[in-house]
C-alpha cells in the first residue's frame, strides 16, 4: 500500500464547479505539499500544510493531522485549472528534508 | 531571477551510453534534490544535497552519480543508460525545514533505447 494517496485520480469537471481533490497518508508527518503540475510538465508549488487551512484565490488546502488527510478544493473552476494536482509529505521521522509523493490526480475542467 | 534551470528538456540514449543531466539554482537553497516521475507513480527520489560537498541516496538511487561542487550546481550522472532509466526527471531547490516552497525544474524527458 502506498504511503501516500490520493483520490480522486482522474477528475473532469465543468466550468464553474466546485472541485475536492483528496490525500490521505499512513505515516506522521511534520508537513504536507499541494503542488500543481502543469500539461506542458512543469511543476508548482501551491501550498505546505502543518495544521488548519490555506487560502489562495480560488484555491483551499486543508489538513487533519488526526485524521492523516489533507484536500485541496477550487471554487468557480476554470479551464485553466486542468492540470495534475500532487500530494506530497514530508515525514516527521527520518530524513527532515526527503518526501514522499502521490501519483497526483488528473483534473480536467471543461469550459 | 531564473529560479531552478535544468538542461537539457529532451535526450535520447543508446543502452550503455552515459550522460549528465544538468540543475542549477540561483535562490542560495541549500537544499537540491533529483526526482524521477514514471507513469502512474508519485515522484521518486534519486538522490539529494543538504548544502555544497553534501550528498546522499534517495529511494531509487541505482546507476546514478550525484556531486555538489558548489552550492548553485547539482548534476545528475547517468553511468551506462539501462531502458529501465526511460523517464522524466526534475531537479528541485528548496530552503528551511520544513520548506515553505518547493521550486523545480522545468524537466528532462529521456528515452534510453
Known amino acids: 500500500k502506498n504511503e501516500v494517496e490520493q483520490s480522486p485520480q482522474n477528475l473532469t469537471a465543468q466550468e464553474g464547479e466546485f472541485i475536492t481533490i483528496n490525500c490521505s497518508y499512513s505515516?506522521?508527518?511534520?508537513?504536507l505539499h499541494w503542488l500543481q503540475q502543469h500539461p506542458g510538465g512543469g511543476i508548482v508549488s501551491l501550498f505546505m500544510?502543518?495544521?488548519g487551512k490555506k487560502k489562495h484565490g480560488r484555491l483551499i488546502a486543508t489538513i487533519n493531522i488526526q485524521e492523516k488527510h489533507s484536500s485541496l478544493h477550487i471554487t468557480a473552476s476554470h479551464p485553466r485549472d486542468s492540470a495534475v494536482y500532487i500530494c506530497?509529505?514530508?515525514?516527521?521521522?527520518?530524513?527532515?528534508?526527503?518526501?514522499?509523493f502521490g501519483s497526483g490526480t488528473q483534473l480536467t475542467v471543461l469550459p | 531571477n531564473a529560479g531552478v534551470t535544468q538542461t537539457p528538456k529532451f535526450q535520447v540514449l543508446k543502452t550503455g551510453q552515459s550522460m549528465t543531466l544538468q540543475c542549477a539554482q540561483d535562490?542560495?537553497?541549500?537544499?537540491m534534490s533529483w526526482y524521477r516521475q514514471d507513469p502512474g507513480m508519485g515522484l521518486r527520489l534519486i538522490h539529494y544535497?543538504?548544502?555544497?560537498?553534501?550528498?546522499d541516496q534517495g529511494e531509487v538511487p541505482n546507476g546514478y552519480n550525484v556531486s555538489r561542487s558548489t552550492t548553485e550546481d547539482f548534476p545528475l550522472r547517468l553511468l551506462s543508460a539501462a531502458p529501465s532509466q526511460t523517464s522524466v526527471y526534475f531537479c528541485?531547490?528548496?530552503?528551511?525545514?520544513?520548506?515553505?516552497?518547493?521550486?523545480f525544474g522545468s524537466g528532462t524527458q529521456l528515452s534510453v533505447l
Open positions: 528541485a531547490s528548496s530552503s528551511g525545514t520544513p520548506a515553505v516552497k518547493l521550486f
Open positions: 505515516v506522521g508527518i511534520s508537513a
Open positions: 500544510l502543518s495544521s
Open positions: 506530497a509529505v514530508l515525514r516527521s521521522s527520518g530524513s527532515a528534508r526527503q518526501l514522499t
Open positions: 535562490m542560495n537553497h541549500e537544499y
Open positions: 544535497s543538504v548544502g555544497a560537498g553534501i550528498t
